[in-house]
C-alpha cells in the first residue's frame, strides 16, 4: 500500500475534479502522468476505476467504492493538519465545544468546572444551539466535542453516554386543585395548559411522538423558548410544564412543585458527548471525557 499512496492521491484528485485535464492543473503535473498513475492503480489493484468519456471521466462501481475511502482518509488527513495549525497558531490546546443552553447550566457547568481546575492552559470556547445544530456545527469541525442527547447512529460520530434524564410534567398544587374545581374530574389532556419547548427542540419532538403512540390530544398548548422559563412558569402556576426531572428535583423535594398525573411515562433518555471518530486520539479531548465521572454527585 505504501507504494499506491501517491497513485491514491492522484486518484483521489481525479475523482474529485471528474476530470483528468482539471486534475493535472492541481497537482502540477501532465495529463500523460496522471493517466499512467491512474493506470498503475488499475493494473496494482487489477480493477477498471474510471470510465473515460470525451466530456471527461466517471468512477466504475470499484471506483466509487474506493473514491468513498480515500474521501475518508485524506479529509482526516486535512483536519489533523487543521488542529495542528490551530495548536500552533494559539500556541495552546483548544476545546471548542457545541451544548444547548439549558444543558450547559445544569449539566457542562460543573464539568467544565473541574476541566479547567485541572486543564488551566486550554482555551476554551463555547457554542449554545439546539442539538441538530451542534450534530452539523460538528460535522462542519466547527466544534470539537458536542453535549447532546443521544442522537440517532450518524457515520463519523463517536457517542459517549453520560447519564440518563427523565422528561416530566410539572405544575402546583394549587394549580391542580384549580384546575380541579374548574372542570372537575375532566380529561386533563383536555383542560390543563401545557408549556412546552418548540417544535424544532429534540425533547418536544420525543414527547409529541409519546403522546401521538398514545393517542393523546391536547387543548391547549403554550410553546416556551428554555426550560427555565418552562420551570418558572411552572412555579407560578401558569400551567403544566414539560421538564428534565433532573433539574427541578430541589423544587420536587421542597414541594414548590408536583408531577402532573398524566397516567403514562415516558422512557429516560440518554445524553452524552459526541465527537468525531477522527478525534478519538486528540488528547484534550480525550483529558475532556476522562472527567466525565465526576460530573454526577
Known amino acids: 500500500m505504501e507504494q499506491n499512496l501517491s497513485l491514491y492521491y492522484v486518484f483521489h484528485t481525479v475523482a474529485k475534479k471528474g476530470s483528468i485535464s482539471h486534475a493535472a492543473k492541481e497537482l502540477y503535473i501532465s495529463q500523460p502522468a496522471i493517466s499512467k498513475s491512474i493506470q498503475?492503480?488499475?493494473d496494482n489493484l487489477?480493477?477498471?476505476l474510471f470510465k473515460r468519456s470525451s466530456r471527461g471521466v466517471t468512477l466504475t462501481?470499484?471506483?466509487?467504492?474506493?473514491?468513498?475511502?480515500?474521501?475518508?482518509?485524506?479529509?482526516t488527513l486535512e483536519e489533523g493538519e487543521e488542529i495542528l495549525a490551530r495548536h500552533h497558531a494559539l500556541g495552546v490546546d483548544q476545546l471548542r465545544i457545541g451544548v444547548s443552553t439549558t444543558l450547559c447550566k445544569y449539566i457542562l457547568l460543573p464539568?467544565?468546572?473541574?476541566?479547567?481546575?485541572?486543564?488551566?492552559?486550554?482555551?476554551?470556547?463555547?457554542s449554545c444551539q439546539s442539538t441538530y445544530?451542534?450534530?452539523?456545527?460538528?460535522?462542519?469541525?466547527?466544534?470539537?466535542?458536542?453535549?447532546?442527547?443521544?442522537?440517532a447512529i450518524q457515520k463519523g460520530f463517536y457517542f459517549q453516554p453520560l447519564q440518563k434524564i427523565q422528561d416530566i410534567f410539572v405544575t402546583t398544587t394549587a394549580y391542580l386543585e384549580h384546575l380541579e374545581l374548574r372542570s372537575g374530574n375532566g380529561d386533563l389532556f383536555q383542560t390543563a395548559t401545557f408549556m412546552m419547548l418548540?417544535?424544532?427542540?429534540?425533547?418536544?419532538?420525543?414527547?409529541?411522538?409519546?403522546?401521538?403512540?398514545?393517542?393523546?390530544?391536547?387543548?391547549?398548548?403554550?410553546?416556551?423558548?428554555?426550560?427555565?422559563?418552562?420551570i418558572e412558569f411552572a412555579k407560578i402556576g401558569m400551567g403544566a410544564a414539560c421538564v428534565t426531572q433532573e433539574f427541578v428535583q430541589e423544587e420536587l423535594d421542597r414541594g414548590d412543585l408536583i408531577t402532573l398525573p398524566l397516567g403514562l411515562t415516558f422512557s429516560p433518555r440518554q445524553i452524552g458527548f459526541a465527537y468525531r471518530k477522527h478525534e478519538q486520539a486528540n488528547p484534550v479531548i480525550q483529558h475532556f471525557l476522562d472527567l466525565r465521572g465526576n460530573l454526577l454527585p
Open 40 to 42: 498503475k492503480l488499475e
Open 46 to 48: 487489477n480493477t477498471t
Open 61 to 75: 462501481a470499484d471506483g466509487e467504492i474506493l473514491f468513498q475511502h480515500t474521501r475518508d482518509a485524506f479529509d
Open 111 to 126: 464539568h467544565l468546572q473541574r476541566f479547567i481546575k485541572a486543564y488551566p492552559h486550554v482555551k476554551i470556547s463555547i
Open 133 to 151: 445544530q451542534t450534530l452539523t456545527l460538528l460535522e462542519e469541525n466547527k466544534i470539537d466535542i458536542g453535549l447532546v442527547g443521544e442522537p
Open 198 to 230: 418548540d417544535e424544532e427542540n429534540i425533547t418536544r419532538q420525543y414527547i409529541n411522538r409519546v403522546f401521538l403512540e398514545h393517542g393523546v390530544e391536547f387543548s391547549n398548548i403554550l410553546e416556551v423558548s428554555t426550560m427555565d422559563l418552562l
